[in-house]
C-alpha cells in the first residue's frame, strides 16, 4: 500500500510539473525530436525541420549552432532566447528538455543550466551527472521547479566506471530522492547494451521524464543504426504500450541518428508511428 501510494506520488509530482498543452501531443503521446537530430543544422533549422517531421515538442542540446558566429546552449543572451521563443510560436512547437548536458561539477554552471530551462520555459534537464553532485542538483530541482533526467548510452566494455546504461544503477541513484529527480529513457542505447527496452522501463517506472526513441537495425550491435520506428529490433510498439500502460504521457523525442542530412521523411515515419499507435482493446 505504502509503495503504490509512493509511485503514485512521484507520477502525480511528474504530470503536475510537465504541463504541457494538448496542442503538444502526437496521438496519446507528447512527442517531437531531439535537436540532435538535426546537428549539421541551426536550431532554427531544427525548429522548422521538427515541425515539418510532424513533431510538436522538442528537446534542445547544448551546442547547436546558432548563427555563424554563435552557439545554442545555456549560455545564450535573453536576445537569442527572446529569438528561438519567436520560432517556436511560429512553428508551435513547445520546448520540453535540455541536454545531454554534464551537472554535479560546478555549482554556479549547474544553476545556469537551471536558470536557462526557466527562461524557456523548459521543464526537463538531461544529464549524466557527477553522481558526487547529486545533493545540489536536488536543491536545484526543488528551487526551480524543474526535473532531472539521468540519460543513458550504451555499455562501455572498457570503463567499468560508466554505469548509466544500467536502469537498476539509474534508480538506485534517485529513488530516494526528490520525486522531479529520475530518468531519460534512451531506448536505442538499451538496445545496443543488449537490454529488453520494456524490461528496462518496467524498472525505472515512475521515475522516467523523457524519452530519446529509437528503433535500431540490430540488437546487442553499438554499431547498429536507426530505421522509421516498427521497422527495427527496439520493440517500439511494445514501448508504446508500456508507456501507456504506465500512464507515462511522453515526451517522447525521435533521436534519429541516420541520413543526417535527408533524415526528415524518416523522422516523418517515426512520428507518423507514433501518431498512429492505438492502445489495445
Known amino acids: ?3 503504490t501510494l509512493s509511485l503514485c506520488l512521484v507520477l502525480a509530482a511528474s504530470l503536475a510539473a510537465l504541463a504541457l498543452p494538448p496542442s503538444a501531443k502526437v496521438g496519446q503521446f507528447y512527442a517531437g525530436c531531439q535537436a540532435y537530430s538535426f546537428r549539421l543544422y541551426s536550431v532554427f533549422e531544427a525548429i522548422d525541420k521538427t ?13 547547436q549552432k546558432f548563427d555563424e558566429s554563435r552557439k545554442w546552449d545555456h549560455q545564450a543572451s535573453p536576445e537569442m532566447m527572446a529569438k528561438v521563443k519567436e520560432a517556436l510560436a511560429q512553428k508551435g512547437l513547445t520546448p520540453v ?4 548536458v554534464k551537472l554535479g561539477k560546478d555549482a554556479q554552471a549547474d544553476r545556469k543550466v537551471f536558470e536557462f530551462c526557466k527562461a524557456m520555459e523548459i521543464g526537463v534537464v538531461v544529464t549524466e551527472p557527477d ?22 548510452h550504451p555499455k562501455r566494455p ?5 554505469l548509466f546504461w544500467d536502469p537498476n544503477y539509474v534508480l538506485d541513484l534517485v529513488k530516494n530522492r526528490d520525486a522531479r529527480m529520475g530518468a531519460c529513457a534512451d531506448i536505442g542505447h538499451w538496445v545496443r547494451s543488449g537490454l529488453d527496452p520494456v524490461d528496462c522501463i518496467k524498472i525505472l517506472k515512475g521515475r522516467i521524464f523523457d524519452s530519446h526513441m529509437k528503433d535500431l537495425t540490430e540488437f546487442g550491435v553499438v554499431k547498429a543504426h536507426d530505421v522509421p ?16 500502460a504506465q500512464g507515462y504521457p511522453g515526451p517522447l523525442h525521435c533521436e534519429y541518428e541516420h541520413h543526417w542530412e535527408t533524415s526528415v521523411p524518416e523522422i516523418t515515419q517515426c ?10 482493446k
Not at 97 to 100: D, E, I
Not at 131 to 152: R, S
Not at 158 to 162: E, T
Open 131 to 152: 553522481v558526487a553532485g547529486l545533493d545540489g542538483i536536488e536543491a536545484l530541482v526543488k528551487e526551480f521547479d524543474i526535473k532531472m533526467a539521468i540519460h543513458n
Open 51 to 63: 515541425a515539418q517531421a510532424g513533431g510538436k515538442t522538442i528537446e534542445f542540446y547544448p551546442g
Open 158 to 162: 572498457l570503463d567499468r566506471g560508466y
Open 97 to 100: 528538455g535540455y541536454g545531454v
Open 271 to 280: 512520428l507518423d508511428f507514433v501518431r498512429n499507435w492505438k492502445p489495445a
Open 229 to 244: 520506428f516498427g521497422q527495427g529490433k527496439s520493440k517500439i510498439a511494445e514501448v508504446l504500450a508500456e508507456y501507456h
Open 1 to 3: 500500500m505504502i509503495k
